[in-house]
């Protein structure tokens, strides 16, 4: 029972091109997301995220996009650069209830070619 | 660079054998999670201690087991190491509430 969900297992994008990466969640009890960066033999570094009383987080070159209605976000990459290429998480959590733990996705190889 | 440091980075096991892994979280975070990313898939929550008592589990059976230290240090121990233990094993830590900063992981194989 997989409660965040990345279906694109992977991505390929020209440099300077957008990245869009995809995220379903179905507990409606989330309300805090996150999204992780990860190169190979490294752990996790954090992006960017966005609590559920917005629908829009940006912080340079990526912007978190969030559809409550929908259970759906996406991170967009503008534009793209060979260094993005990695594997990105998405995560979820529900802070209000005082329950951190992060609920993760498989993941999102995203690859950009210059 | 996170500031949190796990140790070893490899490991190898022989099934039925006991593990000890280790983690020294970011200075000032009080909390600590583990989880267990298997190939091909995301990081799954194993536990969490905050000021060195449990505080939250996942679906993982007693023989994983941790320990938080005074420092906020922190140990994942697992028993009867099973060929499915076979896992990258990562700590986050963070204030409570708060975004988590993962180590670089400790990759088990179990053999």
């Known amino acids: 029972d997989q409660q965040v969900k990345q279906n694109s297992p992977s991505l390929s994008v020209q440099e300077g091109r957008i990245s869009i990466l995809n995220c379903d969640y179905t507990?409606?009890?989330?309300?805090?997301f996150l999204w992780y960066k990860k190169y190979p033999a490294e752990g996790p570094t954090f992006l960017i995220s966005?609590?559920?009383?917005?629908d829009k987080n940006e912080d340079g070159r990526f912007t978190v996009f969030l559809n409550k209605s929908a259970k759906h976000l996406s991170l967009h990459i503008v534009p793209s650069q060979p260094g993005d290429s990695a594997v990105y998480f998405c995560?979820?959590?529900?802070?209000?209830?005082?329950?951190?733990?992060?609920?993760f996705g498989k993941g999102t190889r995203l690859s950009v070619i210059a | 660079e996170t500031g949190v440091t796990q140790s070893p980075t490899h490991l190898i096991k022989t099934r039925g054998q006991q593990v000890t892994l280790r983690c020294s979280s970011q200075s000032g975070h009080n909390t600590v999670s583990w989880y267990q990313q298997a190939l091909g898939q995301g990081p799954q929550f194993i536990f969490q201690?905050?000021?060195?008592?449990?505080?939250g589990r996942g679906n993982f059976p007693p023989r994983f087991s941790g320990l938080q230290f005074p420092n906020y240090s922190s140990e994942l121990n697992v028993n009867a190491l099973e060929l499915d233990d076979s896992a990258l094993y990562l700590c986050?830590?963070?204030?409570?509430?708060?975004?988590?900063?993962f180590g670089q992981g400790t990759r088990l194989t179990v053999v």
């Open positions: 966005i609590s559920s009383i917005k």
């Open positions: 507990n409606s009890m989330f309300d805090y």
């Open positions: 986050a830590s963070s204030l409570a509430n708060q975004q988590a900063f």
């Open positions: 995560a979820a959590s529900d802070l209000s209830s005082g329950n951190t733990p992060l609920v």
């Open positions: 201690y905050y000021r060195e008592e449990e505080n």
